[in-house]
């Protein structure tokens, strides 16, 4: 097996991992870890809880006493650059060194301002060899959320609505229910991994949706409501504030169009339901050159999600 391949083949393993921490880890990025020596795995972790132990570390824990003495041989893969600065767990790549571990191949580079190619450097300067940018794009992609916050600093930001067959979100001006019990959940499992949720002032007002998890387990969003009194910038402000890293917004056309309009979205989710409604709101035209991130057809609904190409 050729040394790039191998490289790619425990990188996907770092990314199953991560994706474990999912809503644990939050709002610290998704990491993945493992260690291997002898052509195999001797230890792995992923990042469970925020202000607990890193990747790394929960991977040298999970390392057995009689493979202890693999460790000078062995090769760290971690699917996000270790951290080099004291927060509220010591430098991983301190502990790195202090292992004596000979390579580390390391995913993408963290754009934190108090990593940044840091613990790369020290990882080096400590004489390990380091490989990075296996997987890049993947990995990257996993913590979009928390890259977009602190490269743009303002949430990840996800534009979702429901339309009828004939391109309308609502029938003759009254709210009007296009989703299944299925799609519903899936609504509500979004909600959950997301940090903030935002409507418009009418459809608060109109519909006084709870905007929160009842179909699914975790915890809901924080609510905002768009209005002259607060506005974008301003919600887009507090969520920086509060290290809100991601946002849906769930409004009418005018709240939708609002954000397409100043490019301030990230993603974009369109359920499309087989009723026809005659009349209505139109939904909101999709914005050119956009890229085809999944789509799922389910009783006559079809869900597409979409980003930037």
Not at 166 to 178: E, P, R, W
Not at 227 to 251: F, K, N
Not at 279 to 296: H, K, M, V
Request: with cysteine.
């Amino acid at each position: 097996m050729s040394q790039i391949i191998e490289d790619e083949k425990y990188m996907r393993r770092c990314l199953q991992l991560a994706r474990c921490g999912r809503n644990g880890s939050r709002p610290n990025p998704m990491v993945g870890a493992v260690i291997v020596a002898d052509g195999r795995i001797i230890g792995e972790g992923y990042h469970v809880r925020c202000g607990e132990g890193h990747a790394e570390v929960n991977a040298f824990r999970s390392v057995s006493i009689q493979d202890e003495r693999l460790l000078p041989e062995a090769t760290v893969y971690v699917s996000l650059e270790p951290c080099a600065h004291y927060g509220k767990t010591p430098p991983c790549a301190d502990l790195i060194v202090s292992k004596g571990v000979r390579r580390v191949v390391v995913g993408c580079v963290d754009e934190f301002a108090q990593v940044q190619g840091r613990g790369i450097e020290k990882l080096r300067s400590a004489g390990i060899s380091v490989t990075v940018g296996v997987l890049e794009a993947e990995c990257r992609w996993l913590n979009r959320r928390f890259f977009t916050f602190h490269a743009k600093h303002r949430p990840y930001i996800i534009l979702k609505w429901a339309q009828s067959a004939d391109g309308f979100i609502d029938c003759n001006g009254q709210a009007v229910s296009l989703s299944t019990p299925l799609t519903q959940m899936l609504v509500h499992r979004l909600r959950a991994e997301e940090d903030a949720i935002l409507v418009g002032r009418v459809t608060d007002e109109r519909e006084h949706p709870q905007l929160n998890v009842r179909h699914w387990s975790g915890r809901s969003p924080r609510r905002f409501v768009l209005s002259h009194a607060h506005p974008i910038d301003a919600i887009l402000g507090e969520c920086r504030a509060e290290g809100l890293q991601s946002l849906i917004v769930e409004g009418g056309r005018k709240t939708l169009e609002s954000f397409l309009a100043a490019g301030l979205w990230d993603e974009i989710r369109v359920e499309s339901s087989p009723l026809n409604t005659k009349d209505g709101t139109r939904a909101p035209q999709l914005p050119p050159n956009l890229r085809l991130l999944s789509e799922l057809f389910w009783e006559g609904r079809h869900i597409c999600r979409y980003a930037r190409s």
